[in-house]
């Protein structure tokens, strides 16, 4: 009963010095804020943006899944053909890529040969356009295509391979959504 009561009084002592605190330094800032209004000095809030901060209306990514089918013969190339699905937001008409890295299962890219499916890094990659006509808009089958001749594999045998997608906004020229990693096996005759 006596430590409650201890308690009490300290509780109320603190707030009651918290209140007198107040009462005190309230008239002072109130003049002080009296005084540079009246010299002509008004308060100002510098704001800097962030470089690397995206701005509300960069558009997202929600990766959903990905398939891949072996075997597709496009344009006489056989080769595989990923199927993506995923939700945009905030990318109404903005030009965008869909692409596919591949590398090699330890993580390494795997070397391109060929120019058109080839990154900047020089891994093999391949990627399709697409500009989204809602906010938001879902996409359950965009789908790229790659030859398997652009995996640059030439030694027979088994290859455990891997892949993720990622999307890319042309006009922001960023990154706005990637995938995980899609495993695979290539069995080259």
């Known amino acids: 009963m006596k430590n409650h009561l201890v308690l009490r009084v300290s509780v109320l ?14 008239p002072n800032s109130a003049v002080r804020a009296q005084k540079m209004f009246a010299s002509g000095n ?3 809030i510098e704001i800097t943006p962030l470089n690397n901060a995206a701005a509300l209306d960069d558009p997202e990514a929600e990766y959903q899944g990905a398939r891949v089918v072996h075997n597709v ?9 990923i199927h993506a699905k995923f939700l945009v ?3 109404y008409d903005v030009n965008c890529w ?24 020089g891994g093999v990659s391949a990627h399709t356009d697409f500009t ?5 808009a879902q996409y359950n089958d965009l789908q790229v295509f790659v030859p398997y001749s652009a995996l ?11 892949f993720y997608l990622a999307l890319y906004d042309q006009e922001g020229e960023r990154f706005f959504g990637k995938s995980g990693w899609y495993k695979f096996k290539m069995t080259m005759p």
């Open 13 to 26: 002592s603190a707030v009651a010095l918290a209140l007198i605190a107040l009462l005190i330094a309230a």
């Open 42 to 44: 008004t308060p100002r």
């Open 73 to 81: 013969t496009v344009g006489g190339q056989k080769g595989m053909r």
């Open 89 to 91: 937001r905030h990318g």
């Open 98 to 121: 869909l692409i596919a890295y591949f590398f090699n299962d330890d993580g390494s890219p795997i070397e391109a040969n060929d120019a058109k499916y080839r990154d900047k890094e």
């Open 132 to 136: 989204p006509q809602y906010d938001p």
């Open 152 to 162: 640059n594999l030439e030694e027979s045998g088994e290859y455990d391979l891997k």
